[in-house]
């Protein structure tokens, strides 16, 4: 089966505003009446589809993977899931105790402190916490994965997709519902998030043709208004749960399955866009800029602060650059990265 360019284009997209989530680069914005944090709302609500997109893909990806090559092709992503969580943590964990010691000193207590916050075996399940926060999500879709394949090789994934979604539901009362019934375990985690997504991708793949059928039903600019539609529903759902019922903002909502199956859906109508750009070249490497635009984003805001010029975040400028900075220098960094990699390793 040849690539879905259109695939890469939206991997472009989803991951700018992932970045986004993290740089709230808006948030503090106070610039001839614009309120920041409203801004800041708009654009985070309509990034949760980034996520559950890439759950999505890594589902619909693996299984036309496995449908050419085999049930072998599990262990193998798999072990590729694994080998990228355990250099970016070990690398993480190195970047924060080097900043750990150039703020605090070369003293046992505080190294100490820092250490025993990794003993725990929640790394191997939720990731862990300081500058590598982000890094839940190769867990989640390890986890996610190894749950998706044995439904496979037992071929029910009709039974997983349902499964799947009741766990879904139930992980909103951690979420945008904690505000009707808060749950006392963190559901942001391959159980009660992943695997949903990747099923619901790895089902697209599954039976591929027939969702290819649906897609045609409509033009692909009718797909692109269900998804700025569903998007607009996202946006109430969580100003009612959020604002209404007093939940916590939430990393997902119910809408976020229509908004993200819309999105798919455009893609498979309109499956060649942006083939051989320099938008899907960078598209192909997002988990690059995933993996390390935290590290770019702390050092560059340890820098700010450093200079006395904090006073920054509230301008213009800083809201509508900062996130596409930090795009740009974590795909050069790892861009050069994997570049200098043949010559050291």
Do not use: C
Request: net charge positive.
């Amino acid at each position: 089966m040849r690539r879905v360019s259109t695939i890469d284009f939206v991997k472009f997209i989803a991951m700018f505003f992932i970045v986004y989530i993290h740089s709230h680069s808006f948030k503090e914005v106070d610039f001839l009446g614009i309120n920041g944090e409203r801004i800041d709302f708009f654009i985070d609500t309509f990034a949760r589809f980034g996520v559950p997109f890439f759950f999505m893909v890594a589902g619909y990806l693996v299984v036309n993977q496995v449908e050419r090559k085999g049930g072998q092709y599990f262990p193998k992503y798999i072990s590729t899931l694994i080998n990228l969580y355990a250099a970016w943590f070990l690398f993480f964990f190195m970047y924060d105790l080097v900043m750990l010691i150039l703020e605090k000193g070369f003293t046992s207590e505080p190294i100490i402190e820092y250490i025993s916050t990794f003993l725990t075996l929640d790394i191997f399940y939720y990731g862990a916490g300081h500058t590598q926060y982000h890094l839940w999500y190769l867990p989640a879709a390890i986890w996610a994965m190894v749950i998706f394949a044995l439904f496979y090789y037992f071929d029910k994934i009709k039974w997983l997709l349902v499964l799947s979604f009741l766990l879904y539901v139930i992980g909103l009362f951690d979420q945008s519902y904690s505000g009707i019934y808060n749950l006392s375990f963190e559901s942001r985690d391959g159980t009660f998030f992943g695997i949903f997504y990747v099923t619901l991708g790895g089902t697209i793949a599954k039976y591929q043709p027939q969702f290819i059928k649906l897609s045609h039903q409509w033009k692909a600019w009718v797909w692109g208004l269900v998804f700025i539609g569903f998007s607009v529903l996202q946006f109430l759902e969580r100003h009612i749960t959020a604002h209404e019922l007093g939940g916590s903002g939430g990393n997902y909502f119910i809408s976020t399955i229509f908004v993200s199956l819309s999105l798919f859906m455009f893609i498979l109508r309109l499956p060649h866009v942006g083939k051989e750009s320099t938008i899907n070249k960078v598209g192909k490497n997002t988990v690059g800029i995933y993996v390390i635009h935290t590290a770019v984003m702390d050092v560059t805001n340890r820098l700010v602060d450093y200079a006395g010029i904090s006073v920054i975040r509230e301008s213009l400028l800083w809201g509508l650059l900062f996130t596409p900075y930090l795009f740009l220098v974590s795909y050069l960094l790892y861009i050069s990265i994997q570049r200098l990699k043949p010559k050291y390793i």
